[in-house]
């Protein structure tokens, strides 16, 4: 199993543009989770998915949008860059939310820069 | 919002040393979870804690849920310059998975 795979590793846009973060997982998880993670702020969820075609907004969401049609893939798009979106961000799976055994399995990551 | 506190923000010892970490919520937890982020890495689950006063061991590494589910500490005894990183915690209450800000951990050896 490849586990969750990131593309880009890294990426620079320029303020005003926009791009797709994918993310996919091979381990037919359900729940799948998008964080940014920025210095000293520890790891904020942005948007989530508990299933194909559902989804709900984090603690950070706006500036984000996301879709989940199929059970392995979960991108994040970014509509309007701004360099307050300048972040680390982590793409994360587990088998189930709630209170459940639900290990977070995450991606290696994809770190953003906008100018 | 719920609301996860991590003290400290950072810690250095001497290897040897021990090293905890300490975790508190606002709001009673379902269960509490601990990850390590390597320096330039990703954050890799170590353990999941569901029940009150619940204690787990792995090798050096012990994990307690407090009785009333709102904290939890994180205990390394005699530190080894592998447990260099970034350890989260992260509670799941009435909202989805909220981390701390985590304790970053520097070993001297």
């Known amino acids: 199993n490849a586990g969750v795979t990131q593309t880009p590793k890294f990426q620079v846009l320029k303020t005003g543009q926009s791009m797709t973060l994918q993310c996919a997982q091979d381990m037919n998880h359900e729940y799948m989770s998008w964080y940014r993670q920025d210095p000293g702020m520890g790891l904020r969820l942005i948007h989530y998915s508990v299933g194909a075609g559902i989804t709900d907004q984090g603690e950070v969401p706006n500036g984000y949008n996301v879709s989940r049609s199929t059970t392995e893939d979960f991108p994040l798009r970014l509509l309007s860059a701004a360099p307050s979106q300048t972040s680390v961000y982590f793409c994360a799976s587990s088998l189930a939310g709630g209170s459940s055994y639900n290990e977070q399995f995450f991606g290696p990551g994809t770190r953003l820069t906008v100018l | 919002g719920q609301q996860v506190m991590q003290i400290p923000q950072y810690q250095h010892v001497q290897e040897g040393e021990d090293f905890t970490t300490y975790c508190n919520s606002s709001?009673?937890?379902?269960?509490i979870q601990w990850y390590k982020q390597r320096p330039g890495g990703h954050p890799v689950f170590l353990i999941q804690?569901?029940?009150?006063?619940e204690v787990k061991k792995q090798k050096r590494l012990t994990f307690q849920f407090g009785e009333a589910k709102k904290n939890s500490s994180l205990h390394i005894t005699a530190t080894q310059t592998t447990d260099v990183g970034t350890y989260f915690c992260a509670g799941e209450g009435n909202t989805p998975l909220v981390f701390g800000k985590g304790t970053r951990l520097s070993v001297i050896a």
């Open positions: 804690l569901v029940k009150s006063g």
């Open positions: 709001t009673t937890l379902s269960n």
